[in-house]
């Protein structure tokens, strides 16, 4: 079964920093892009970062220069590093994975993480 096991989100000040990883697990031969969203309460979700498997990225404006997304490809994770962050970067965050590829053949697209709740306080 296809997991996005989603880590690192919490409580923090403005200002302050987390990091964000996603893990997929299983016996995978590739994952094309890989990518953030948040979903803030009463707003519809919305890309944060998105990066492929060649490590080309691209960022909300809302969050360049403050966020950083990255990827280990031979560990199947990608991270999201995000620094000085703001209220209004409060959001449930989820892992997507464009399309996981797996040894068996089986193929998923559009596979999405559990999420993980970021709440940044001022």
């Known amino acids: 079964q296809v997991q996005l096991v989603e880590s690192g989100g919490g409580l923090v000040q403005a200002g302050g920093s987390l990091r964000l990883s996603c893990a997929a697990s299983g016996s995978i031969f590739s994952i094309n892009a890989m990518g953030w969203y948040r979903q803030a309460p009463g707003k519809q979700r919305e890309l944060v970062a998105k990066i492929t498997s060649g490590g080309r990225t691209n960022y909300a404006d809302s969050v360049k220069g403050r966020f950083t997304i990255s990827r280990d490809n031979a560990k199947n994770t990608v991270y999201l590093q995000m620094n000085s962050l703001k209220p209004e970067d409060t959001a449930v965050y989820y892992c997507?994975?464009?399309?996981?590829?797996?040894?068996?053949?089986?193929?998923?697209?559009?596979?999405w993480g559990q999420g993980t709740q970021v709440t940044v306080s001022s």
């Open positions: 997507n994975a464009d399309q996981i590829l797996y040894s068996s053949g089986t193929r998923y697209r559009d596979y």
